[in-house]
């Protein structure tokens, strides 16, 4: 306890100003200061803020305070509680909320993130060598910004925590001695994190003391993390500011409501060295000083050393980590084994009601699901990235345009294979020719080109898209076969090419024509091998005439 009070007086001598701030009005022109930040001190803070952001913050955090009860948050304690948002999503907002206050509050963050990346790229990272990002579908990014705006900006998590000091004395005492001995100075593992605390707050302290916000509670506090330092540009030498949380014990201290969003990158992302951003963001010498919220993407929930979607219908915040086998909360002791630890949703308990018309259509992107085929109806589906990085299926009428445009390439793919093989038969002896040549070595390179596109959609693993690229190729296969029994034969071998005539009509069938065709297609691989063998009738034993199917004799009844 003597240690909790020295520290506290030590905290209240040393309160010191962020050793940069900015002015959010014109923020684009503090490049140098917020590189100064970067280099050095590793935050800074940011004033000026609208009067809209500073009204619908002071609402959410009453609502907080007086209109949600405990229920809403899943992760609590007698000291802390904590709302976990999707990223860009309300379906997981309690309804104690007002949307339009979170818009608010996401408008402005998301303002500020862009501007901040924007002068970090136009300074410290210009000249960076090592600033190159790959994304699963192989797009290269090369600047913070466009890292920071991957998925439309999805890829950040948001919390509101509400501190509370408890009322009992004794309680009160042991949460000091507990907060001593446990919360040490630690760097998220995020890109950056931007805070807005409490009006007149000073429980913020970084290495060299703590934050004084302003009594009106206009500041915003930027904190430099982790994977900027060492992930994205690890040869420019940012510093991740080392920070803790230190409330003060008075037991006259008020409730304080704080956000905190963490802007990370896309989990698959690599860096120029090939470490993806999750392999970054797990790693085991980071997980003692790491909260576990923080550890987690925006809507999943931490549970035995991985980050989990929550059960359909279930709340992020009120999903529990539960031992199957023990039949009772896991134990989450670092480092332990825990194997049959999954999300439980407690009984009775559903998503917001009113608010599952904003639920995204899929999250993140891929070009192939490695989980097995994935239907609209799938739980948690990715966004499907079809042939390049910019065509991305992420809302219901991309998926619809992109299933039309996937059955097109089907029917055009069957019929560019009929065109070829149709111009193959007509040039006969001219195939021979340079002209000729060339025309079939074309024709022949757009079947293969669309043959592989129709294979890599198949290789999505999206059930929609398989099916629809399979029904392209057989309703152009039955549509341009016309009613003609020759032009089904249009895909066989050279000897269907010869029953074909100049001008396009099937000639009669000789007997020994096809008795003598017979034996090669036997021994050929094609898939019409000795499909017209049972029109070989058995060769006459008298006369040396041979006669055509339609003057076989008929049998005697």
Sequence with gaps: MPHAVLLLLLGATLTVQAQVAVNYGNIGDYGEAVAKAALGGGHFIVEGLPAEFLEARARLSQDLLSKCSEAVFGFHDETKRTLALYAGEVSQVPSCLHLN???????????VSQSLAGLLDKTIFKLSADMSVTLEGGQQLQSLSEVISVDGGRHHLDHWNVYTIPNDT????????EQD????????????????????DKSLHFEEGAVSIPDDGDALVVIFGEALRAWLAPGVHTVAARHRVMIPSSSESEPRVVFGRMMM????????????????????????????????????VYCWLRCMTPPEGCPA??????????????DMTPGKMQPNCALKCPAG????????EDEPFCESSTNMIMSGFQFLWSRNRQCIILFFPGIVLDTPSKFFLGVVAVFFLGLVAEATMRLRKRVECALGAARSSVRGKLTLIGLF?????????????????????????????AVGRILLAGDERGDYRSDAADPCCAALSSDGTEPPIEADALTAAAPSRRRGSGPDQGVYQHLVPPRASQGNAPRTISQRKRPEP
């Design 265 to 300: 990158a896309p989990p698959t992302a690599l860096n120029a060295a090939g470490e993806s951003y999750q392999q970054f963001f797990m790693a085991p010498q980071a997980f003692q000083s790491r909260r576990m919220l923080s550890q987690c993407a925006a809507g999943q």
């Design 170 to 177: 004794t309680a009160l005492r042991n949460r000091q001695d």
């Design 181 to 200: 001995e446990q919360v040490e100075m630690h760097a998220d593992m995020g890109l950056f994190l931007i805070l807005s605390l409490p009006p007149d």
């Design 317 to 330: 915040e009120n999903a529990v980590c539960w031992d199957f086998r023990k039949m009772d909360l896991c």
């Design 101 to 111: 206050d979170l818009r608010t509050v996401d408008a402005l963050i998301r303002e």
């Design 445 to 473: 390179s757009i079947n293969l080109i669309l043959a592989y596109m129709a294979m890599l959609v198949a290789m999505t693993y999206s059930g929609e898209l398989f099916l629809t690229v399979i029904l392209g190729v």
């Design 349 to 356: 308990v559903t998503s917001a009601e009113g608010l599952t």
